[in-house]
């Protein structure tokens, strides 16, 4: 008998350590003052520029590039240049301070200079005497990204600001745009409330994704607050949302469980999902650990429901996490059900389930053409902890299907005498696989008959799950071995 606990809430993690803490200078209108007695400033004056910044340049031999900068239409009422060497003066009223120079002396100086008249500081291509740094710029404006290696890697930051200038459309600008516009409007809005503008903005973000390269007008927020109020009451209530966390690795999560995580309200956690996942969920979501773990301390399934449910009626989004997928041996039904009964509206959103992580990690089929006709996923122990006494062992005996068997730590044995009964050849190879997808997986290669005294070999902390069939024989292995995953 599992012994029994009740849901807790976990402690919220923590901040990782930070090289750099990533801030947006808001600089429009403001002074800022650059001091380009060497190479390369050029590209900060135009950036600070394009922030809006009024950029006072001190530069005695000022190059060809800066004059035709200056030029520039764009940037002729930002820029002013003053054909000398910096001042001490010339700090006092700057919002920050950039300077490139050729020698530490020189940038010492700056540095000191610039500190005591309390304005922040950056000295190009010199990290000791900066106080903040310049990232690679992804410019959705006003979506803005900044990218920072602390200076250890900067061809690796502006391989990651390319990968990410393919990923967003140029057209998230407009949207980021009518953002800022509608903002305001919405926030006046009278007679909406706190739920329906977060409905709002989430109809707004599902339109831009679908349609990015649409220039939004008024008329798509007309359009976006009759969606919104044709939903009505259902806008004031809170949901619950089944999302499959996957096997165990990270990015196995699917777009819409991202989404999902990042707008929960609280999270309710199976004790099989891992750590890297909830690094994907809201920061501010509060996260509540209702874990059921065969033979281990358990929530009772009523306990659970009932959480789910009362935290719904409170407006609350609930998501409710489970490992692999939540159709899959993860009581979604009986969950389901119950917040139906109560008039709670839910989602399930799928995950990839443990047998289709671990084939992906062993490079093996389970529905080979020539090998296997049937792939059947059979739990291990039932509602009391046993071997069901429902299975049917002339299926599990069939040499051309592939079997799954979730959850059967402690009923293995017992399964394997009953499948070889049942008729299903006992050097039919067995594969045990711990954790699967994880850094920490462990695989156990062998046969329906050995697999029980050799499972041992794998003990420890984790899920566990065995695969069964013929289609296992070309991965099988002489002896019996463990493996760690390489992730």
């Known amino acids: 008998m599992s012994e029994l606990r ?8 923590r901040m990782g350590k930070l090289a750099r803490l990533p801030v947006f200078f808001a600089l429009d209108g403001k002074r800022v003052l650059v001091a380009a007695n060497g190479i390369g400033a050029v590209w900060k004056i135009e950036l600070l520029a394009a922030a809006g910044a009024k950029v006072d340049v001190y530069a005695p031999k000022p190059g060809g590039d800066l004059r035709e900068l200056v030029q520039d239409s764009d940037f002729a009422n930002n820029i002013a240049v003053h054909e000398r060497d910096w001042r001490s003066e010339d700090l006092f009223g700057a919002a920050i301070a950039v300077g490139t120079f050729k020698t530490d002396q020189e940038s010492a100086a700056f540095t000191a200079a610039a500190r005591a008249a309390g304005v922040p500081v950056n000295v190009i291509d010199k990290p000791a005497f900066c106080d903040f740094a310049f990232g690679s710029i992804v410019n959705r404006s006003p979506l803005v990204i900044g990218i920072s290696t602390d200076g250890a890697a900067p061809v690796f930051g502006q391989a990651i600001r390319a990968k990410l200038e393919a990923m967003l459309p140029m057209g998230f600008a407009s949207w980021a745009e009518a953002a800022r516009r509608w903002r305001g409007v919405l926030q006046a809005a009278t007679g909406l409330s706190f739920a329906a503008r977060r409905r709002f903005w989430q109809l707004f973000t599902a339109r831009a994704l679908a349609e990015p390269d649409h220039q939004p007008e008024e008329s798509d927020y007309r359009k976006l607050l009759a969606e919104l109020h044709g939903e009505g009451a259902k806008v004031e209530q809170g ?12 990015e196995l999560l699917t777009l819409r ?27 501010e979501a509060k996260k509540m650990l209702v874990g059921k773990t065969g033979g281990g301390p358990a929530c009772k399934q009523s306990e659970i429901n009932g959480l789910m449910i009362s935290l719904a009626k409170k407006g609350k989004r609930v998501v409710r996490l489970k490992g692999g997928d939540p159709m899959i041996f993860g009581r979604a039904g009986e969950e389901l059900e119950a917040c139906r009964l109560a008039g709670i509206h839910t989602e399930v959103v799928p995950g990839i389930t443990a047998a289709q992580g671990a084939a992906s990690r062993l490079q093996i089929s389970l529905t080979h053409r020539l090998h296997a006709r049937r792939l059947q996923y059979v739990t291990g122990h039932g509602a009391d902890g046993k071997l069901p006494d429902n299975i049917d062992w002339m299926s599990i005996a069939d040499k051309a299907a592939v079997t799954a068997i979730y959850m059967p730590s402690r009923t293995y044995a017992e399964f394997s005498i009953r499948a070889e009964a049942a008729g299903l050849d006992r050097r039919t190879p067995a594969i045990a696989i711990r954790n699967a997808t994880r850094p920490e997986q462990l695989v156990l290669h062998s046969t329906l008959g050995e697999l029980s005294k050799n499972l041992p070999e794998i003990e420890g902390q984790g899920p566990l799950l065995i695969l069964l069939g013929q289609v296992l024989e070309s991965d099988s292995k002489a002896e019996i071995s463990t493996a760690r995953a390489s992730a």
């Open 6 to 13: 009740k849901p807790s809430e976990e402690k919220p993690t």
């Open 257 to 283: 469980a991202v989404r999902a995580l990042q707008s929960a309200d609280v999270i309710l956690i199976d004790d099989l999902v891992s750590a890297g996942v909830l690094d994907f969920a809201r920061r």
């Open 239 to 250: 949901s619950v949302t089944l999302v499959g966390a996957g096997p165990g690795d990270p």
